[in-house]
């Protein structure tokens, strides 16, 4: 449990110190669906960049 925790923790420290065009990279890295599946103008806000910055792949 505390080994959960503690990759959380590192989880979001590194997301929170991420640019956003580094968060972008990571999702189309880690979870490529998300970006077919959830409208723009959200994964925008989750990431922290206007919506016309997220490019269609």
Excluded: C, W
């Amino acid at each position: 449990m505390k080994e959960d925790l503690a990759h959380i923790q590192d989880n979001n420290a590194r997301f929170i110190s991420a640019s956003p065009q580094e968060r972008y990279l990571n999702l189309l890295d880690t979870r490529p669906a998300l970006i077919d599946h959830v409208p723009q103008h959200q994964l925008a806000s989750l990431l922290g960049m206007k919506p016309e910055s997220i490019k269609p792949h």
